[in-house]
């Protein structure tokens, strides 16, 4: 059973203050926390409900720590999920250790996306397209919080994350820097360069004037219809897609 | 002012068993609703703030029908948006007309979209890459939920809507039947005919069983690193963008 003070100390997980004050983080579902074992995040807590454990039991017995077994209940109680009849954790965050793009790498660089949601789902789509690092503006939302977390789908085990400002960041940089605008170089015939970053731009202004004096590349998906524009995430996919095929 | 009996007919329109009982659906936010006013669909009540009125009076003026002002507090207290400065209408739905692909034309085929947002997002892709048509699944979300509408992004005005069997419809379909599956042909590399229909399947599940056996071309979107799956809307974005490209 969870004590009062595991409640208290998982619900403020929940919010970015305690987040940072605590330096630990909630992970939640079957899915994201039979990654999470298997990955090199630090697992604080863990509780599982009693059907979870016997389906993972091998897995579970060589953790370090040692899960404890709760309710679908109790863990729908401390979490975020509406339903969770698997497990929860609370982890370890990782420091922001600097990131670069090295040779033969692509890098994205996120400027300013705010929904926890699209910053899950390019995490994922990263991690789906072989990207294994992503550098975000200071505006950009908390990697940390339950809804990017879940949204990831496990996938946030394999992307460094690295929070920056992007104009100093990229003041040092040689590698080509492509960026999304509409009216550009039609992304179906670019031909990327070896290595080099991936700018996508904040859900509802796109990439910000300091950003783009920095990009060497602008790239457009080309429309057929009358959509306005994509949603960020789907832009991300398109992209990716574009850079990893054979041209 | 709302009435009492407005406020009691819009909130109702919130669920499925209404909005088929009255035929009605809801439409918010000044993106959609003025996407709205300019599309063929039937406007039966529209609620503006002052401002919005002011900002779009003379696109306003051209409605047979006569905008209401209200204010933002009366918006959020009747519609689904925790903010709305804008407006607000109540719509009639469409008959669910039969849909075909014709000659050069390709049309999105959903197995069981659970998600809203899914729903919404995929419409909304489909308008990018110029699809006027998506043949639906009976047990797919209801096209008219507040929540599907909104993640159109306006483009529920320009993609046509058809519920059907899905079996029962591919039965008498001469064209190619291009469906999304793991270790399939590569999309990269798929030379897609002239017309077509594209399936997307759910999202815990995929393509149905029934729905697998009438697909002619299985095809996969290749990975290049761990992520175990594609968001459906994501999923969908990477196929148009494939079959749009020359190759």
Redesign the interface.
């Known amino acids: 059973m969870l004590s009062k003070n595991q409640i208290k100390y998982i619900n403020s997980l929940q919010q970015k203050k305690f987040r940072q004050e605590h330096q630990s983080f909630i992970v939640e579902g079957a899915?994201s926390v039979l990654e999470l074992i298997q990955s090199d995040f630090e697992v604080e807590l863990l509780f599982v409900t009693d059907d979870f454990y016997k389906e993972n039991e091998s897995l579970l017995e060589k953790q370090p720590i040692r899960p404890e077994i709760v309710t679908q209940a109790e863990l729908e109680r401390v979490g975020s999920f509406s339903s969770n009849n698997a497990a929860l954790a609370t982890v370890k965050t990782k420091a922001n250790k600097e990131i670069f793009a090295q040779e033969n790498e692509y890098v994205l660089v996120l400027d300013d996306i705010r929904d926890p949601?699209n910053l899950g789902?390019i995490i994922?789509?990263?991690?789906?397209?072989?990207?294994?690092k992503i550098v975000c503006s200071k505006e950009t939302v908390d990697f940390y919080s339950p809804k990017v977390i879940s949204s990831t789908?496990?996938?946030f085990t394999?992307v460094a994350i690295y929070y920056t400002d992007l104009v100093t960041f990229f003041n040092a940089n040689k590698l080509k820097v492509y960026g999304t605008f509409l009216d550009s170089a039609n992304v179906?015939q670019t031909q990327f360069a070896e290595a080099g970053y991936i700018v996508i731009g904040n859900e509802a202004n796109g990439i910000s004037e300091g950003v783009e004096r920095l990009v060497t590349d602008k790239i457009t998906?080309?429309?057929?219809?009358?959509?306005?524009?994509?949603?960020a995430?789907?832009a991300t996919?398109?992209i990716c897609?574009?850079l990893?095929?054979?041209k």
Chains 1, 2 share one sequence.
Do not use: C, Q
């Open positions: 899915k949601g789902t994922r789509v990263a991690d789906w397209y072989g990207i294994k789908m496990g996938s394999r179906h998906i080309p429309r057929f219809g009358a959509a306005e524009s994509l949603n995430g789907i996919a398109v897609d574009n990893r095929r054979r």
